[in-house]
């Protein structure tokens, strides 16, 4: 296992600490490392996504309102 070492306000120390009294911080620690790195790769993929979207908004026809009321219409029961 690796050692980080990281420099926090002594406030944010002594509210963590008070927080998460009589747990295993290194755990929480972790944890929310976990979460940041995944909430980080997933900002990433939805900014590649809308990417895709705005270089397919480029392409493609746009449809009159006409045109989706009419196939809206033919494909409701």
Same mark, same amino acid.
């Given at each position: ?37 995944? !909430? %980080?790769?997933?900002? *990433? +993929? $939805? &900014? ?17 309102? !006409? %045109?989706?009321?009419? *196939? +809206? $219409? &033919?494909?409701?029961?």
């Amino acid at each position: 296992m690796a050692t980080m070492n990281f420099s926090v306000p002594e406030t944010v120390k002594k509210a963590f600490n008070e927080t998460f009294d009589k747990q295993n911080k290194s755990a929480i620690i972790v944890r929310l490392m976990i979460e940041a790195i995944e !909430a %980080e790769r997933q900002k *990433a +993929r $939805r &900014a590649a996504l809308i990417d895709r979207l705005l270089a397919l908004r480029g392409s493609v026809q746009p449809v009159k309102p !006409a %045109e989706v009321k009419a *196939a +809206r $219409r &033919a494909v409701r029961p």
